[in-house]
């Protein structure tokens, strides 16, 4: 039988890369299982985390701890994977953020803190590694207070500094933690730091109920059990964010860490974050209308599909039969299981707010919602990060083509944060991700699981030419080699039509002098000669030919004859007409720290960018410009060298102009070493 949603925890690791997410997962993991302090390799148990030494993706475990079914979700630190950390704070109801003691505030702690708040999901902090040299656990209270506010308050304190770390202190059961022994001590010398701490809890407490704030102004003793409750009901509302000392490698901490998860933090009925898409709020009620919302994906050559899914409404049991609203589809469930990692433990029945893995649907991808065919209802799929980093891709050998664009696909179904599009301007197939670590690991992948090859190069600047002014021109094609010869003579005037106005053709023609049947095969080569103009062999656009003369012989005419004229007129044309090379522009958009504006500023205008405006949104600033493409193809790793990794960007095509005539020579040349690198 299931456990019912209020004995459930739903809780996410986030933080920066080597924090320690993991580690303490699986410290946990060792706990609960009875194996120790450890249970490494449960959550990164892929073959490329192994090598790397980081989590590369979202691993979910289920473990039982004090009565309490808890799903632990563990994400991605590197900000090329940080996407996972953003699906995971939607579909669990509490987040550990993990900060190194020894540089709590990093990006990706940013990032994803202010993804939390968005996603109004309570958070705890833990302090991680306060076993390391030049660590200090109150200094590291004061920068999490000071970025977060004063509701970061802490719980408990580390015993022993450093090398000399012991245990903790638990500021409200006032025990101490040392050695696996427990002591109703204050540590010696510690007198002085937790009155402190106790104040800025009680504080804490005391403020976020209004019968406690009254008891505790009018100087009346908050009892523990007062104390206890008000804090779960503040996490829960994030009035508190309790503050945790740890040492994942000594496993201290980890036990008070699962106590403070099973005790206070919030369970999926608790509060009700989740509004279908009709805008109606979906209460976590087992007895409700059945409703799955599935945030994740693992596709396994030999295993096949296998689904992670929030139970958000309802009760579900194996060989369900269910509807994909956005399909029409119908879905039956397979075996259901609660995930350890990669193994799967079966369970008979899932109820609100469990977090359960279903392998084999048909036809159902992340974010997807399954429900009865009587009660559909949707939920909005998670906000990823825009992708800033492309490469053009392909197959390495030929005959290959389709295996590899099923494995690509394959690949973007278990990662929605990748992109593959096909641009008809260049022709190209661009598969698109966070970072270039990210494409180059999904490559990888491929790779080892499929057993093909990608080719991957940058893509291709759209150039595009174009003419300035007006040119007639005659093209004249006359072939006799015995026999049937070949005639056609088209004469055209060539004029500029407004950018973005594409190609028009107007027939002149008076008094027959090229047959009517004969007209369309003049235009079908014209448009022939305008994928390659004359500058540097790139399409012709925004372009007016009138077709207003020519010539005709009765034996020796053809279609193929008036063809091959046009396309001559065509070029002819063109070269008299002052044709000029067009570059595109990309809209820009760069969300930073206000005191990075004048530096990355900078930098758009040394890309021969245009700078359109800078606006505040929050804390930060949003710079827009209008750049150059060719200008922007290493932008996304300048920015990171700019700034840290602190700012982030977004880019929209833009319009086309023309490049300057003292830059041609230039664009062309950069173009060319693109090309040239990746033919290499």
Known sequence: MATEPELIRNVCLIGHRGSGKTSIGEAM??????????????????????????????????????????????????GGFVADAFVAQRVTDCAVLVVHAQDPIQVVTERVWRRGEKEDIPHFIVVNHLDRERTDFGDVLEQLRERFGQ???????????????????????????????????????????????????????????????????????????????????????????????ASAERGIGMDRLLDVIAGSAPSP????????????????????????????????????????????????????????????????????????GKERDPVDEAVAGDIIAVAKLRDTATFDTLCKPERPMTFEPVELPEPTSAFAVGAKARGEEEKVFDAIRRMVDEDPSLKLERTEA?????????????????????????????????????????????????????????????????????????????????????????????????????????????????PVVDVKVRLHDGA???????????????????????????????EPYVKVEVLTPSELVGDIMGDLSSRRGRPMGVEQRGGR???????????????ARDLRSITGGRANFHVESGHYEEVPPNLVEKVLAANEREEEKAAS
């Open 151 to 245: 509701a970061v308050v802490p719980l408990n304190l580390p015993i022993g500094r450093e090398d000399d770390l012991r245990g903790v202190y638990g500021l409200l059961s006032g025990i101490a933690f040392v050695d696996g022994g427990q002591s109703k001590n204050i540590p010696e010398g510690m007198e002085d730091e937790v009155d402190i701490a106790k104040t800025q809890l009680f504080e804490a407490i005391a403020e976020s109920d209004d019968t406690l704030l009254e008891k505790y102004l009018e100087g009346e003793e908050i009892s523990t059990e007062e104390a206890f409750d008000g804090i779960k009901k503040g996490i829960a509302e994030g009035l508190i964010i309790p503050v945790l000392a």
């Open 29 to 78: 993991l060792g706990l609960a299982s009875g194996r120790g302090a450890s249970a490494n390799g449960v959550l990164d148990y892929a073959e490329e985390e192994a090598e790397r030494g980081m989590t590369l993706g979202m691993s979910v475990a289920h473990l039982e701890w004090k009565g309490r079914e808890i799903n632990l979700l563990d994400t991605p630190g590197d």
């Open 269 to 340: 009925v608790d509060r009700t974050r989740w509004i279908s898409e009709d805008g109606d709020e979906v209460p976590c009620d087992p007895d409700g209308p059945f409703a799955a919302y599935v945030f994740k994906t693992y596709v396994d050559p030999y295993a096949g599909r296998l689904s992670v899914m929030r139970v958000v409404s309802g009760r579900c049991r194996s060989d369900e039969a269910l509807t994909n609203p956005r399909t029409g589809s119908s879905e039956r469930l397979g075996g259901i299981s609660h995930l350890v």
């Open 426 to 538: 260049t022709g190209e197939d661009i598969l698109a991700g966070l970072a270039q670590m990210h494409v180059e690991l999904a490559l990888e992948r491929i790779e080892h699981r499929y057993g093909v090859e990608v080719e991957a190069r940058p893509p291709k600047v759209p150039f595009m030419e174009t003419i300035t002014g007006s040119a007639q021109a005659q093209g004249r094609y006359k072939k006799q080699t015995g026999g049937r010869g070949q005639f056609g003579d088209a004469r055209i005037e060539l004029s500029p039509l407004p950018r973005g106005s594409g190609f028009e053709f107007e027939n002149g023609i008076v008094g027959g002098a090229i047959p009517r049947q004969f007209i369309p095969a003049v235009e079908k080569g014209i448009v022939e000669a305008m994928a390659g103009g004359n500058i540097a062999g790139y």
């Open 621 to 635: 600033q949003i710079i827009q410009a209008e750049v150059p493409q060719i200008e922007m193809l290493t932008y």
């Open 552 to 582: 005709f012989h009765t034996v020796d005419s053809s279609e193929n004859a008036f063809k091959v004229a046009g396309s001559m007129a065509f070029k002819n044309a063109v070269e008299k007409a002052n044709p000029v090379l067009l």
